[in-house]
């Protein structure tokens, strides 16, 4: 199967391998990309073309791994080309947006199967899993066999890799978000030692959690900020709080700045309590 | 001294026990509490007064220990009645609503102590903590000296009690609540399995986590939604994002039924979900 990854990002470079690992073909489109992005896609392994409409006409299947604000966008332009190949949306978006990225590319032709990473980019066996759903989701699956990334199928039903990937995050970064606004609240008040002490009795991992999650999360803060506010959106239409996420949303936009560069847990929260000056 | 327990709760009777096991005399108030109160105030070795009016005029520090709604018509009771002693709002409440109280009672003539209890109900030592801030803190703390209830002075900045125990509980409380939200959200999408799968592989804590926290918030969360909103006025008045707790209020607001009788994951996420029709 050929396959075209849009694009190889810190996570799409590393699906794309993952695929190639397997004797599939993995091709990438180079126009308007990065050279960092250049070396990531050398270094992957993945094969260049010059163009998205090269792309869309030489293969098979493509993969969209990108920021969830331009998902929708992606599958817009891909869906203008024709394609009528196989779309895989593996990217991080409400259930209501993996259904407008598959209205769009249905309606051009293409079969669409719904895709959600858990894990970091792929470097090792068992640290990722694509959860893939729709009625081709097993011809995606079989792509990776036997690759680093391990493909699980949720089933026919479109929305559920999606479903899963945001109620899996709305824990895991939204649980991050809460106890980096916990912290800049102590500090904001005076009470960091306070909370401190009643850490070190009633919590004794808060303390190094909240300190490894702020140099963790910060360098990509910049995009967690859209992830969420598609969480946010997931929470409404299922009739649940969404207020959770927005809040993360807005510790994440306060923390934007870090994409690059050194940061600690200080850094972090002078980010988020002088934002509000 | 002669304290005043405002009023023998599942925590302020075991706070009137332990002031009482180190020798000081211990009252409380009858009028208009419940049968439950009596028989725990008895058991807590409390004496009993009639009326408020009684409980002022003969103890020389009162601590109030009541949901955070009732904090401030608290001390308006009491302000109302001339106390001129040492007052200790031990509620979780914003520092916001702590200077209130303080106001009320100051301008009565009373000294006031501002108090947060980290832990569960006093029943054996190095279970709770009481924090304490204010000029007076100290001889708060004296009265605690060598029970079960451990006193913890955090300085002389009235405030700061409350402002420990909200950011303490915003993670602890919040969290929980997030964490129900979020297999609430999975149980609407249909992909609880997918999510447990996840959390097998990447969080395998937040499976079994996540039952025994539906269990043990449950019967308490009728009382918690007033504290999230205390909470969240307190994210607001530092500039910080209200909205983590805006939801979490809602969260325990639709399980404020649960007070009495067994309750499960199922029972509370039917309960979560079914708030919405």
């Known amino acids: 199967m050929k396959l075209g990854i849009l694009h190889p990002g810190a996570m799409g470079s590393t699906v794309g391998a993952a695929a190639s690992a397997t004797g599939h073909e993995v091709y990438w489109c180079t126009q308007g990309r990065s050279r960092e992005t250049h070396l990531r896609a050398e270094a992957s392994g993945l094969r260049p073309v010059t163009c998205l409409q090269d792309l869309a006409d030489g293969c098979d299947g493509l993969i969209s791994v990108c920021p969830p604000a331009a998902a929708l966008e992606q599958a817009n ?3 203008a080309l024709g394609f009528s190949g196989l779309y895989v949306d593996a990217n991080a978006v409400s259930p209501q947006t993996a259904g407008a990225v598959s209205a769009v590319l249905t309606a051009a032709g293409a079969d669409v199967v719904d895709g959600g990473i858990v894990g970091p980019p792929v470097r090792e066996g068992g640290s990722t899993i694509l959860y893939l759903s729709g009625p081709r989701a097993g011809e ?8 680093h990334l391990e493909a699980h199928v949720l089933g026919p039903t479109p929305g559920h890799a999606s479903a899963l990937k945001m109620a899996f995050a709305a824990w895991t970064k939204g ?3 809460l106890l980096l606004a916990v912290r800049a609240l102590a500090q904001a008040e005076g009470v960091s030692d306070g909370l401190l002490h009643a850490w070190s009795r009633f919590g004794p991992e808060l303390c190094s959690r909240s300190e490894a999650t702020a140099r963790s999360t910060a360098p990509k803060a910049w995009r967690f900020g859209g992830e969420m506010r598609e ?4 929470f409404e239409a299922a009739g649940l709080p969404s207020d959770f996420h927005r809040g993360a949303a807005e510790i994440y936009d306060r923390m934007a700045g870090f994409q690059h560069g050194d940061v600690d847990l200080n850094k972090v929260l002078d980010a988020l309590l002088n934002a509000k000056r």
Do not use: K, M, N, R
């Open 77 to 79: 332009a891909v869906a």
């Open 175 to 177: 649980s991050s978000a």
């Open 231 to 234: 969480i946010a959106a997931t």
């Open 140 to 147: 995606v699956a079989a792509c990776f066999e036997g690759s």
